[in-house]
Every structure is written in C-alpha cells, then in structure tokens.
C-alpha cells in the first residue's frame, strides 16, 4: 500500500491525530512540545501551544476541545480560551499520553510515567459535570483507546504488555471484562495509537516497528501499512469521506541525521472508511 508523505518532519513526537468538520478537518499534536498542530486543506500547518504537555484532544458536542494535558484534563471554549482543570496528581514524573471518547461523551486520557516505569500510571475519565474516576490503575504505558462501530467493545493498549485488549462497555458498567485481543511479538514493535474503521477493524501503530496493523474483528491479522520511519505513534481516518488513514511519526531519541522523515505526518488510502469522531459532552 501506497504511504505519502503529508508534512515535513516538523514534530518530535507527534501523536493522537483526529479528524473533525468542526474544528476544520485534521488535528494531531506535538505532544512533548505541548502544542496542537491543525493541516489546512493546502497542507500548510499551523501550531497553537497549550501546556507542558499535550497528549490527546477531541472535540466537545458544543463546540472548543477537551485536551489531556500534562497532569489532568482542560477545555476549550468555542473562542478559543483554555482552561486547565485541577491536577489529578503530584508526581512531576507522570504524565498523560493519550486518549479518547466513549460513545456516550466521556473523556478518557491514560498516564505513564517519564521514565517508563512499571504500573506508574492509570487510566482516568472526564464526566461532563466535570467529575473524574480512575478507571484502571497499575498501568505502565497507557496508549490507543477506541471503541468499536457499534459501540459494545473498547480497544486499549497498555503498549509495555505488548498487546491491545479489548473491554466490553456499557454507560453504566464502563469497561468490563478486559481480555487479549491481539498480541504484538517480540521485535516487531509496541502497540501504540490506534483506531477503528467502519467494518469493525483495529488499526494499530507500532512504535519501533515502522508499520500500522489492522487487526480485523477476530483479533487475527489481515493488513499491514509499511512506513518509512520506525517510531509510529497513531493513526485515524480522515478526509471528508473518512477513507484516508493518517498516521503520525516521531523522532523522540532518534540520533541526530538518523530517519530523516521521522516527525512527519503521513496517509494512505486503505479501502476502508472510519467512523466519525466520538465528541465530548461536557
């Protein structure tokens, strides 16, 4: 499969790409730099910087953006005013690393620590009233969160255990019933970002491991997007029919002139469509 490149290898680490008509099409995020990246329709990018750390965004129902910041959550209102909600922890070694919404318009962003360690981090909700819950604890990488089509199944990956898992998911119940869905062996890379198409595949970047999977329904594998670039962050569908894959790159502790495209945004054209993004309700 055909992958282009979209952007110069403007981010360090680039993460968590989304695709929205109303915020204009295709936001991703400079993470480690703290600032949302948004590709104009010529391609031109602009930068607008947020916190310390930006580590997922998605829109709200009513307009501005729910962000995962360096420590907790923040919103933005449809005039573009941010404001950082209260700290969720201390420990200036953790730090939030990605995100998403469930179908009911719940807001999720997983931490990890800096150095990586073991069962550092955890797995929070934002509520719209603003509440939040801790819904896993002892995670170590917290990364991809994507529910499927229908809305019954959530896709998790915990990128240090070296596979996605899946949740089965009810409004009142949350996540439940966590099992392996698909395993990622040994040198090929760890599960990072990932979404989910239309007919129920799971889109997994694997960061080292220079490729994007797509898992189908079953867990098995049925597809495999070769880049050029080994650190691959994420992926989502975009595009106004949502048929183009857009995966972001980093260059985080690459050695200098090493994998010069690393920190660009690249696509393809995969056959399939996504379904349109989960948005905040708060």
Avoid at 14 to 36: F, I, K, N, T, Y
Avoid at 59 to 76: M, N, Q, S
Avoid at 96 to 121: K, L
Avoid at 207 to 223: K, N
Wanted: hydrophobic share 35%.
């Amino acid at each position: 499969m055909k992958v282009d490149q979209v952007t110069e290898p403007l981010a360090y680490h680039a993460e968590g790409p989304v695709w929205s008509e109303a915020w204009g099409g295709l936001r991703w995020l400079d993470m480690l730099a703290g600032d949302v990246l948004s590709l104009a329709p010529d391609h031109s990018v602009t930068r607008r910087h947020i916190d310390t750390v930006v580590a997922a965004v998605r829109p709200r129902r009513g307009g501005g953006a729910v962000i995962g910041v360096e420590r907790g959550f923040a919103l933005e209102d449809t005039n573009g005013t941010v404001t950082v909600l209260d700290s969720l922890w201390s420990d200036e070694g953790v730090r939030m690393n990605e995100g998403g919404c469930d179908p009911d318009g719940r807001f999720y962003c997983g931490s990890m620590a800096y150095d990586g360690r073991e069962g550092a981090g955890s797995l929070y909700r934002l509520d719209a009233d603003g509440s939040t819950t801790t819904v896993l604890d002892e995670v170590t990488v917290s990364n991809g969160l994507e529910w499927s089509p229908d809305g019954d199944r959530a896709y998790y990956a915990d990128t240090a255990t070296g596979r996605v898992d899946v949740f089965d998911y009810d409004r009142g119940t949350g996540l439940s019933g966590r099992r392996p869905f698909a395993s990622v062996p040994d040198g090929d890379g760890g599960p990072d970002g990932l979404t989910v198409d239309a007919e129920g595949g799971v889109w997994v970047a694997l960061y080292g491991g220079s490729a994007v999977r797509r898992y189908a329904p079953d867990g098995t594998l049925d597809e495999v997007v070769e880049l050029p670039v080994s650190k691959v962050t994420a992926c989502t569908f975009g595009g106004p029919g949502l048929d183009r894959l857009f995966v972001t790159t980093s260059r985080e502790h690459l050695e200098p002139g090493a994998e010069p495209e690393a920190g660009a945004l690249f696509a393809c054209t995969p056959g399939v469509r996504g379904v349109p993004v989960r948005e905040f309700a708060g």
